[in-house]
C-alpha cells in the first residue's frame, strides 16, 4: 500500500491569517496560538500576514478574496462565537463553516476553520489557550498538514 501524508514543517509556507475583532479577548490568544505554531514549525513570522474583520460573518468573503489570489498557502478564518451573546450563533458558525469549505474547495487553497464555537464563557476560555489548548494553534497545525499533503500528491 503506498501511504501519503502531510508532514508538519512550515518552512517557506507563507499563511494569511483572518481574525474577528468580535470576542477580541478571546480571538487575539487564537492569533498568538496560530503565530507560535507557525514558527515552532519552521515557518516565519515575516511570512503571516494579520488581516482583520468585523466578526465571524466577514471572514468568508476576506478568506476568498485572499485564498483567489493566491499569494498565501493557506488562510486560517480564526473567531470566537459564543451561545447566549446571540441568538444567531448556531446560523452563524453552520454559515460560515460552509462559505469557509466552499472557499477551498473552489480555490484550491486550504482555508482552515478555527472558530471557537461555545456554549457559554467558560468553554470559549478552554478553547483560547488553557485546558482545551488554543483552536488557533490547532488550526495552524492543520494548515501546514494540508498544504504539505496537497503538494504530496
Ligand atoms: N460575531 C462573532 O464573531 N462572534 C459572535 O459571537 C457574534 N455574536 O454573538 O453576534 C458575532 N456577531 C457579529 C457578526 O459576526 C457580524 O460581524 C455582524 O452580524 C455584521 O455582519
Redo the contacts with the bound molecule.
Keep these: 500500500m503506498k501511504e501519503i501524508a502531510g508532514n508538519l514543517d512550515a518552512t517557506g509556507l507563507k499563511m494569511a491569517l483572518v481574525v474577528?475583532r468580535?470576542?477580541s479577548f478571546f480571538t487575539e490568544q487564537l492569533v498568538k496560538g496560530a503565530a507560535d505554531c507557525f514558527v515552532r514549525h519552521g515557518g516565519k513570522e515575516a511570512d503571516l500576514t494579520l488581516v482583520r474583520v468585523?466578526?465571524?460573518?466577514?471572514l468568508p468573503q476576506v478568506a476568498q478574496r485572499l485564498a483567489a489570489a493566491g499569494q498565501v498557502d493557506a488562510v486560517i478564518a480564526l473567531?470566537?462565537?459564543?451561545q447566549g451573546?446571540?441568538p444567531?450563533?448556531d446560523l452563524?458558525n453552520g454559515t460560515v463553516a460552509r462559505a469557509l469549505a466552499k472557499i477551498a474547495l473552489d480555490t484550491g487553497v486550504p482555508v482552515l476553520n478555527g472558530i471557537v464555537c461555545a456554549l457559554n464563557l467558560e468553554q470559549a476560555i478552554e478553547r483560547a489557550g488553557t485546558k482545551q489548548g488554543n483552536k488557533g494553534w490547532d488550526a495552524t497545525a492543520a494548515a501546514i498538514e494540508t498544504v504539505n499533503v496537497l503538494k504530496a500528491l
Design positions: 474577528s468580535f470576542n468585523p466578526g465571524a460573518n466577514e473567531g470566537a462565537v459564543i451573546a446571540t444567531h450563533a452563524i
